[in-house]
Nanobody, 122 residues
């Protein structure tokens, strides 16, 4: 089982990026999914979460600018980031609460992606 992120990069302030995170492997079901970020010298912080039913929560500083969504058919979570600011610069990690199949048994587990760099700079 793995989570693979894509979509990071270097953008100017005010521009947009869309991050994607696809889960693959012996997955029975996916519950909550989310995005964290970690800037240099700072602790990792929760940016946004989305439940299996589509309920969302956001870090106050990104409300109105970021949108989290998911495509259950593709086991993928997205983070649309608009009006990006230099303070959004960080490595972004996706996470998912999964139920996976291990030797014929369904077990819960939490997985993380490898991280993707987002840099906002003029």
């Amino acid at each position: 089982v793995q989570l693979v992120e894509s979509g990071g990069g270097l953008v100017q302030p005010g521009e947009s990026l869309r991050l994607s995170c696809a889960a693959s492997g012996s997955i029975f079901s996916i519950n909550a999914m989310g995005w964290y970020r970690q800037a240099p010298g700072k602790e990792r912080e929760l940016v946004a979460t989305i439940s299996s039913g589509g309920s969302t929560n956001y870090l106050d500083s990104v409300k109105g600018r970021f949108t989290i969504s998911r495509d259950n058919a593709k086991n993928t979570v997205y983070l649309q980031m608009n009006s990006l600011k230099p303070e959004d610069t960080a490595v972004y990690y996706c996470t998912a609460d999964l139920r996976i199949i291990v030797l014929g048994t369904i077990v819960p587990d939490n997985y993380w992606g490898q991280g993707t760099q987002v840099t906002v700079s003029s």
